[in-house]
């Protein structure tokens, strides 16, 4: 069994700034990847970032520029620093880690507003 906690989200006003955690426990062999999606209200759910377990990193067009990924292996975490928010990055943001299979966070609030 393999467990996902998010943490970090909030109502932050446009311009501002987040830092996403997303720490894995239980049992865990091997994590190939950890990334994070994000789903607004009525909208399909998008892929944000991935980080591979060599380093490689992707990101989403929208937030290029303003998201950076990271990841902590020892800690078995990813994170996502989140800059220069805008209204639409608002979403609950999910994280993933790809193990055998694909586990989930249980997902987190962004609200970007004024």
Same mark, same amino acid.
């Given at each position: 069994?393999?467990? @996902?906690? !998010?943490?970090?989200? /909030? +109502?932050?006003?446009? /311009? %501002?700034? @987040?830092? @996403? *955690? ?5 049992? &865990? +062999? =091997? &994590? ?9 209200? %009525?909208?399909?759910? !998008?892929?944000?970032?991935? &980080? =591979?377990?060599? /380093?490689? @990193?992707? #990101?989403?067009?929208?937030?290029? /520029? ?10 078995? =975490?990813? #994170?996502?620093?989140?800059?220069? +928010?805008?209204?639409?990055? =608002?979403?609950? #943001? *999910? ?17 970007? *507003?004024?």
């Amino acid at each position: 069994q393999v467990q @996902l906690v !998010e943490s970090g989200g /909030g +109502l932050v006003q446009p /311009g %501002g700034s @987040l830092r @996403l *955690s997303c720490a894995a426990s239980g049992s &865990i +062999l =091997t &994590i190939y990847a950890m990334g994070w999606y994000r789903q607004a209200p %009525g909208k399909q759910r !998008e892929l944000v970032a991935t &980080i =591979t377990s060599g /380093g490689n @990193l992707n #990101y989403a067009d929208s937030v290029k /520029g303003r998201f950076t990924i990271s990841r902590d292996i020892a800690k078995n =975490t990813v #994170y996502l620093q989140m800059n220069s +928010l805008e209204p639409e990055d =608002t979403a609950v #943001y *999910s994280c993933y880690a790809d193990m055998i299979k694909r586990n989930w966070g249980q997902g987190t609030q962004v609200t970007v *507003s004024s």
